[in-house]
């Protein structure tokens, strides 16, 4: 049962910020990559007030996987390295904090180009 | 020779006659409810190409090739050519036709481009320019995606206002009045800009040009909807039709029972998947080329008005928050000549 | 001779076009961005039984969800997920990763370094622009008001 609880709250705080961005699709005029933006700086914001971690402790990958736990990990790198080396930190520490999913997606988007070949829609 | 009628349109009195027709379709148009009637359905949308551009140059190359090929004629037959697509610079022309070796005229009307062809190629054979001249035009959904949207793999969902472009081009070959369909009077439309800046909704932005370029040609030629079987609008799909017939009615000419769109023909809405219908160069020159010219030489459609709408702008323009104006231009095509071919001849 | 103004048109296309199916999209979003969530979760307890420390099993799940995405959108099925996902698709790390290589795979045709190595970033890289600014801004302040 406490199983259960833990995944169905990864399910409902992921799902609840993906329904977020449906949102702003749909009522706004905010075009994909704009949404995307917004949610990364949101995710450096709420990772500097401290707001981000707790409700990542709380929902696991519910709350890492969507891209504003991706800026909060550009946040807490930032502290860290602002704590550890002062001023030059704060250049270093967002990609360092940020740097797996970055370096993840250049280079098995890179592996995909190459292997792949572009195909037609059809829906 | 042709004659001025009211502010915008020309009457051509020599009746130039369109003495051939080819449309070349990809596999979505060849499923849709006239797929059977193009010339050529091609499965494999990269054309055996490298390229999705270079695919849409083959595309228009096979579609030049199929209607020399039907009106026994060869390259050095034509002495002009008019062609354009929707890629930047119109490569998609310029490397399909260049092999033919026909005198060139490059065009870019957008999605227009099929009746601005048309128009010129008809008012080369009107002033006696010209015995035989080509039109032709073409587009094709993946290297239109890339170019104004994103590139296929991209994750995105469709908009209900947005239109697919199709994957046609289709080639007309225009000569001296000879058999039908006759073209014989024709209104080139202006630019018209009514403060739309919506990528996904270009029937809104192409509607007013078409409203306006129909209203000019009723008010020049004394006619109405009446007087027609059927007017065919390019692709302004089911958002921009509505539109069309409001503002239209609003003039007091009411068309819903002659209108019919090449966006909505080309494909079956309710299980194609295009949204709000189809667009792009190719929507309105496929269904022109393979449905409509051999309707009219059937004498099936007896009268109507041709007008393939446009939406002007780039991707460089849109990212800078411009609107986006529409152009339609028009053609009467008819089975019938101008009476006075038949009186005085070419004399 | 204009009876239609420009204010009266905008009203116009605003009846005529359909509107978003918002009910069905939001609910399918939550429903498979849920499921994107849900399934980096279990790569986070898979790796955390393997006994990798908490620290390394978050970015390692993110990583793994990347990887996935990228094949997926090789095999031209992220898009068809996306179709109906939408957001759902979009906002995890998952939309990030298929955002890099999407141009990518599409503009090879230019080349590897003007095509692919160029392009990749046209949709993803203001993500890393503004994430990235967005840190060094936060850096700043923490080391000007020693917050840290």
């Keep these: 049962m406490e199983l259960f609880w833990e995944y169905a709250k990864a399910f409902l705080v992921g799902g609840a910020i993906c329904a977020v961005g449906q949102v702003l699709i749909d009522f706004t005029k905010l075009t994909p990559a704009r949404i995307l933006v917004i949610f990364v700086v949101l995710g450096v914001v709420l990772g500097a007030l401290k707001i981000y971690q707790p409700l990542v402790d709380w929902a696991g990958g519910g709350a890492s996987i969507p891209l504003t736990?991706?800026?909060?990990?550009?946040?807490?790198?930032?502290?860290?390295?602002?704590?550890?080396?002062?001023?030059?930190?704060?250049?270093?520490?967002?990609?360092?904090?940020?740097?797996?999913?970055?370096?993840?997606?250049?280079?098995?988007?890179?592996?995909?180009?190459?292997?792949?070949?572009?195909?037609?829609?059809?829906? | 020779m042709s004659t001025k009628i009211g502010k915008y349109t020309l009457r051509l009195d020599t009746s130039p006659s369109i003495i051939g027709s080819a449309a070349i379709g990809g596999k979505k148009e060849g499923e849709g409810p006239i797929g059977k009637m193009f010339d050529l359905v091609n499965y494999d949308a990269l054309f055996g190409q490298k390229s999705w551009e270079l695919a849409e140059s083959e595309m228009q190359r096979q579609a030049a090739q199929k209607v020399l090929d039907k009106c026994?004629?060869?390259p050095g037959d034509i002495q002009y050519l008019f062609a354009g697509d929707l890629l930047n610079q119109i490569v998609a022309s310029h490397y399909g036709l260049r092999e033919l070796g026909i005198p060139f005229f490059g065009l870019y009307g957008a999605c227009s481009t099929m009746a601005e062809s048309l128009i010129l190629s008809s008012m080369m054979i009107e002033g006696e320019l010209a015995k035989k001249v080509m039109a032709i035009t073409s587009s094709h959904?993946?290297?239109?995606?890339?170019?104004?949207?994103?590139?296929?793999?991209?994750?995105?969902?469709?908009?209900?206002?947005?239109?697919?472009?199709?994957?046609a081009a289709g080639a007309c070959i225009v000569a001296e009045n000879s058999q039908p369909p006759y073209v014989k009077a024709v209104t080139v439309g202006c630019i018209e800009d009514k403060d739309i800046k919506d990528l996904n909704n270009m029937g809104a932005a192409?509607?007013?040009?078409?409203?306006?370029?129909?209203?000019?040609?009723?008010?020049?030629?004394?006619?109405?909807?009446?007087?027609y079987d059927l007017i065919l609008t390019g692709d302004l799909a089911q958002v921009g039709s509505d539109l069309l017939a409001e503002l239209l009615l609003r003039e007091d000419y009411d068309i819903k029972k002659k209108h019919a769109d090449c966006g909505l023909i080309l494909y079956d809405r309710g299980t194609q998947d295009v949204e709000a219908g189809g667009s792009g160069c190719g929507c309105a020159a496929g269904v022109l080329c393979s449905y409509?010219?051999?309707?009219?030489?059937?004498?099936?459609?007896?009268?109507?008005?041709?007008?393939?709408?446009?939406?002007?702008?780039?991707?460089?323009?849109?990212?800078?928050?411009?609107?986006?104006?529409?152009?339609?231009?028009l053609l009467h095509l008819s089975s019938t000549p101008n009476p006075t071919t038949q009186q005085g001849g070419n004399a | 001779m204009e009876t239609v103004t420009n204010q009266s048109y905008d009203q116009m296309v605003k009846k005529a076009s359909p509107p978003s199916k918002s009910a069905r999209n939001i609910s399918m979003a939550f429903l498979v961005g849920g499921a994107i969530c849900t399934l980096g979760h279990a790569l986070i307890r898979l790796y955390m039984s393997m006994g990798v420390p908490e620290e390394t099993a978050f970015p390692?799940?993110?990583?793994?969800?990347?990887?996935?995405?990228?094949?997926?959108?090789?095999?031209?099925?992220?898009?068809?997920?996306?179709?109906?996902?939408?957001?759902?698709?979009?906002?995890?790390?998952?939309?990030?990763?298929?955002?890099?290589?999407?141009?990518?795979?599409e503009f090879k045709s230019e080349g590897y370094i003007m095509g692919l190595g160029a392009k990749m970033f046209i949709i993803a890289g203001p993500v890393i622009v503004y994430g990235i600014a967005a840190g060094v801004v936060y850096g700043v302040i923490l080391y000007l008001f020693q917050l840290y």
């Design chain 1, 69 to 123: 736990g991706w800026g909060s990990t550009i946040a807490k790198g930032t502290r860290d390295a602002v704590a550890e080396k002062g001023i030059f930190g704060a250049l270093s520490g967002g990609l360092t904090g940020s740097a797996a999913g970055v370096a993840a997606a250049i280079f098995f988007g890179f592996l995909s180009a190459v292997a792949f070949k572009p195909k037609a829609k059809e829906e």
């Design chain 2, 72 to 74: 026994s004629l060869s």
């Design chain 2, 141 to 167: 959904f993946c290297s239109a995606e890339r170019q104004f949207r994103f590139p296929l793999e991209y994750g995105g969902q469709r908009a209900p206002t947005s239109q697919w472009t199709a994957t």
């Design chain 2, 206 to 227: 192409m509607a007013p040009a078409a409203s306006t370029t129909i209203k000019r040609y009723f008010q020049d030629t004394l006619t109405g909807p009446d007087n």
């Design chain 2, 292 to 329: 409509i010219i051999p309707a009219i030489r059937e004498g099936k459609i007896k009268d109507m008005l041709f007008v393939a709408t446009g939406a002007l702008m780039s991707p460089v323009s849109v990212q800078q928050g411009q609107n986006i104006p529409g152009i339609a231009h």
């Design chain 3, 60 to 105: 390692a799940a993110s990583i793994t969800l990347v990887f996935l995405s990228a094949l997926f959108t090789g095999l031209n099925i992220y898009d068809k997920l996306a179709k109906w996902g939408g957001a759902g698709t979009l906002v995890p790390i998952t939309g990030f990763a298929n955002a890099i290589t999407a141009p990518a795979l």
